[in-house]
């Protein structure tokens, strides 16, 4: 049987990988699934066992307690009661945990009967070496939890689920030999609510035995799959692969999301470009000649000339807006002329340095501007500079963009002041940003993009 990891974190196989899968198959009752799970069922009662012992032990005191209510010694002195319960509940808790490491790593071990997919412990490594470490290590995550809530539903609700199935199937076994029972003893044979004492009163049951006989294969299916996902969710951990290939997964889709995103905000602005500020201009142009048309001074040469100049005004705000979109001149010259322009309206003087020697990516040229974007209104609106400095530059396959402030410092990206939003851009495109504001100034934030093209 072969199996493995696909790249997207998914077990990959020809066959079924649990009990619960393989009973949906057209040929369950041929394969060996049904040998495996009764393998596995068999065994239990071995591991229960293990379990069992060693928590019997801690439980003593309320052994005790349990022992003087059968022999009628109560009443005991309260006090005397409420110890052993509290004894007992923390020898359980204390010590069951680590009681219950040696049968989760058994079960472990086990599960492979009934499951094909990658088994992994879902235990860490101890930071350092020795008793303390190990011991502060298992108590503190929640593998060692999970294990001891498996060890008790192992001790406690497993064999319930066991002992209920088993009744079933020793119920169609009794009702398939029952015409051979009444036949061999003579004496009344007790078919749940119902007694036979002839073997023609016993034939019908026999034939609904042999109906519902290939039925217990599947039962034995259903329980060991049960309880083996109960195992799996409790003792297993993720395997390595698998949460490789969602990271993967998810930093391509994050990608796609942001090459949609970007696609959308070219598409508004080229639609803005050419569509609404196209009739904007050709309506400035028709206010204009109408404007030069009146006779000065009358009152429709007033209310046109208003309205001139705001159309005007009207094109200026939505010459910003397409920037703020996306920016035309990023597009026709790159970051550095972007820049140029961004910067041609600032309150704060910025000095500009940026020559790179090839264009980076388009997605990096436009997750770099946004982010200069981004600090320069931080600058006007937190940092009351005086002069700013804006660097770009290609540093082997990284695009470093470096923006210094003489302001008053002290930039704390939990104090609201946008920082934490121009780090989530970098996060997006896997960059890195950072930052450094003592009081006083100055500040310096320095961000890293990536320029691979894949």
């Given at each position: 049987?072969?199996?493995?990891?696909?790249?997207?974190?998914?077990?990959?196989?020809?066959?079924?990988?649990?009990?619960?899968?393989?009973?949906?198959?057209?040929?369950?009752?041929?394969?060996?699934?049904?040998?495996?799970?009764?393998?596995?069922?068999?065994?239990?009662?071995?591991?229960?066992?293990?379990?069992?012992?060693?928590?019997?032990?801690?439980?003593?005191?309320?052994?005790?307690?349990?022992?003087?209510?059968?022999?009628?010694?109560?009443?005991?002195?309260?006090?005397?009661?409420?110890?052993l319960v509290a004894l007992g509940a923390v020898l359980v808790v204390g010590l069951g945990p680590l009681a219950a490491?040696?049968?989760?790593?058994?079960?472990?071990?086990?599960?492979?009967?009934?499951?094909?997919?990658?088994?992994?412990?879902?235990?860490?490594?101890?930071?350092?070496?020795?008793?303390?470490?190990?011991?502060?290590?298992?108590?503190?995550?929640?593998?060692?939890?999970?294990?001891?809530?498996?060890?008790?539903?192992?001790?406690?609700?497993?064999?319930?689920?066991?002992?209920?199935?088993?009744?079933?199937?020793?119920?169609?076994?009794?009702?398939?030999?029952?015409?051979?029972?009444?036949?061999?003893?003579?004496?009344?044979?007790?078919?749940?609510?119902?007694?036979?004492?002839?073997?023609?009163?016993?034939?019908?049951?026999?034939?609904?035995?042999?109906?519902?006989?290939?039925?217990?294969?599947?039962?034995?299916?259903?329980?060991?799959?049960?309880?083996?996902a109960l195992a799996r969710s409790l003792l297993l951990g993720d395997h390595p692969d698998a949460l490789r290939a969602?990271?993967?997964?998810?930093?391509?889709?994050?990608?796609?999301?942001?090459?949609?995103?970007?696609?959308?905000?070219?598409?508004?602005?080229?639609?803005?470009?050419?569509?609404?500020?196209?009739?904007?201009?050709?309506?400035?142009?028709?206010?204009?000649?109408?404007?030069?048309?009146?006779?000065?001074?009358?009152?429709?040469?007033?209310?046109?000339?208003?309205?001139?100049?705001?159309?005007?005004?009207?094109?200026?705000?939505?010459?910003?807006?397409?920037?703020?979109?996306?920016?035309?001149?990023?597009?026709?010259?790159?970051?550095?002329?972007?820049?140029?322009?961004?910067?041609?309206?600032?309150?704060?003087?910025?000095?500009?340095?940026?020559?790179?020697?090839?264009?980076?990516?388009?997605?990096?040229?436009?997750?770099?501007?946004?982010?200069?974007?981004?600090?320069?209104?931080?600058?006007?609106?937190?940092?009351?500079?005086?002069?700013?400095?804006?660097?770009?530059?290609?540093?082997?396959?990284?695009?470093?963009?470096?923006?210094?402030?003489?302001?008053?410092?002290?930039?704390?990206?939990?104090?609201?002041?946008?920082?934490?939003?121009?780090?989530?851009?970098?996060?997006?495109?896997?960059?890195?940003?950072?930052?450094?504001?003592?009081?006083?100034?100055?500040?310096?934030?320095?961000?890293?993009?990536?320029?691979?093209?894949?």
């Open positions: 049987m072969v199996s493995g990891v696909d790249r997207l974190g998914r077990v990959s196989s020809a066959a079924p990988s649990t009990p619960l899968a393989a009973v949906a198959r057209r040929r369950f009752l041929l394969s060996g699934w049904p040998w495996r799970c009764l393998a596995y069922l068999l065994t239990t009662p071995a591991v229960a066992l293990a379990v069992a012992l060693p928590f019997v032990g801690l439980a003593a005191p309320w052994a005790v307690l349990v022992v003087w209510a059968g022999d009628g010694g109560y009443p005991q002195p309260l006090g005397k009661v409420l110890f490491l040696a049968p989760a790593a058994l079960e472990r071990q086990r599960v492979r009967l009934v499951f094909t997919g990658p088994v992994v412990t879902a235990h860490r490594r101890p930071p350092a070496p020795g008793l303390w470490p190990w011991v502060r290590m298992r108590y503190t995550e929640a593998a060692t939890w999970k294990a001891f809530a498996y060890a008790c539903l192992l001790v406690v609700v497993v064999p319930v689920a066991y002992l209920l199935a088993l009744i079933f199937v020793s119920l169609i076994l009794v009702m398939l030999i029952s015409p051979l029972m009444v036949r061999d003893s003579g004496d009344a044979v007790a078919l749940g609510f119902s007694q036979i004492t002839s073997v023609d009163q016993a034939m019908p049951y026999a034939v609904v035995g042999t109906v519902l006989l290939p039925a217990v294969p599947y039962l034995v299916a259903i329980v060991a799959g049960l309880h083996a969602q990271l993967v997964e998810t930093a391509r889709s994050r990608a796609r999301l942001v090459d949609a995103f970007e696609a959308e905000r070219r598409r508004i602005e080229r639609d803005l470009h050419d569509g609404a500020q196209a009739l904007l201009i050709d309506l400035t142009l028709r206010l204009g000649i109408a404007r030069l048309d009146l006779p000065a001074g009358s009152p429709a040469a007033e209310n046109v000339s208003r309205a001139h100049e705001q159309a005007k005004q009207l094109m200026a705000e939505l010459r910003r807006l397409i920037r703020g979109i996306h920016p035309r001149v990023l597009t026709d010259r790159g970051l550095p002329a972007a820049f140029r322009e961004l910067t041609e309206d600032t309150a704060v003087p910025v000095t500009i340095t940026a020559e790179l020697s090839h264009r980076p990516p388009p997605h990096v040229e436009v997750a770099a501007y946004f982010v200069v974007v981004e600090a320069l209104n931080n600058i006007a609106k937190h940092a009351d500079a005086t002069q700013v400095g804006l660097t770009a530059r290609l540093d082997s396959d990284r695009l470093v963009v470096e923006i210094v402030d003489d302001g008053r410092g002290g930039a704390d990206p939990a104090g609201g002041s946008g920082l934490t939003g121009l780090a989530d851009r970098v996060a997006v495109m896997d960059g890195r940003m950072l930052l450094s504001s003592p009081p006083g100034g100055p500040t310096i934030v320095r961000v890293e993009l990536p320029c691979d093209k894949n």
